[in-house]
């Protein structure tokens, strides 16, 4: 899923917990479990891990991290009666996996390692099994998926 994405659901989830460690945790997990949802996405990282197309990979991957930031500037600064302390926890625990990998692929520590192989385990439940849709119709979905998790932020 786009960072952006789990950004949304991370600010869903802990504006619905009780606390900052639940709102982390929930958010790790939410980022575990939306990334089952076939997305499109699959290709691009075993295009990267090949070398193929990695300038493109790593320009999609930049332009989704903006995105995040700036949806996370905005939850800061328009949302109302947000409990900063419990939304920074739950987007951190959101967006942890992902910089987990990333992490994983400057150092094979063997936490990192596993880890790694527990995302993916996840992350390729459904596409290994059945599909995965094309890049554009997960775009597509995550843009709608965005769009209803702003309404609900809100
Ligand atoms: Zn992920």
């Known amino acids: 899923m786009l960072i952006a994405t789990h950004v949304a659901v991370g600010a869903v989830v802990?504006?619905?917990?009780?606390?900052?460690?639940?709102?982390f945790?929930?958010?790790?997990?939410?980022?575990?479990l939306i990334d089952m949802i076939p997305h499109g996405d699959a290709h691009l990282y075993k295009e990267y891990k090949s070398g193929k197309k990695m300038k493109q990979a790593l320009a999609?991957?930049?332009?989704?991290?903006?995105a995040a930031v700036m949806l996370v500037?905005?939850?800061?600064?328009?949302?109302?009666?947000?409990?900063?302390?419990?939304i920074a926890w739950g987007l951190v625990g959101s967006v942890l996996p992902d910089l987990l990998v990333g992490?994983?692929?400057?150092?094979?520590?063997?936490?990192?390692?596993?880890?790694?192989?527990?995302?993916?385990?996840f992350h390729n439940y459904f596409v290994d099994?059945?599909?995965?849709?094309?890049?554009?119709?997960?775009?597509?979905?995550?843009?709608?998926?965005?769009?209803?998790?702003v309404k609900v932020i809100v």
């Open 14 to 23: 802990a504006q619905n917990s009780p606390t900052a460690f639940w709102a």
């Open 73 to 86: 500037a905005w939850i800061f600064a328009y949302v109302p009666n947000v409990n900063a302390t419990i």
């Open 25 to 32: 945790v929930l958010g790790f997990i939410s980022h575990l």
């Open 103 to 121: 992490l994983c692929e400057l150092y094979k520590h063997p936490w990192l390692e596993a880890f790694h192989r527990v995302h993916f385990w």
């Open 60 to 66: 999609k991957v930049s332009f989704d991290a903006l």
């Open 129 to 149: 099994r059945k599909k995965d849709m094309s890049l554009k119709h997960g775009f597509v979905m995550q843009a709608f998926l965005l769009a209803i998790l």
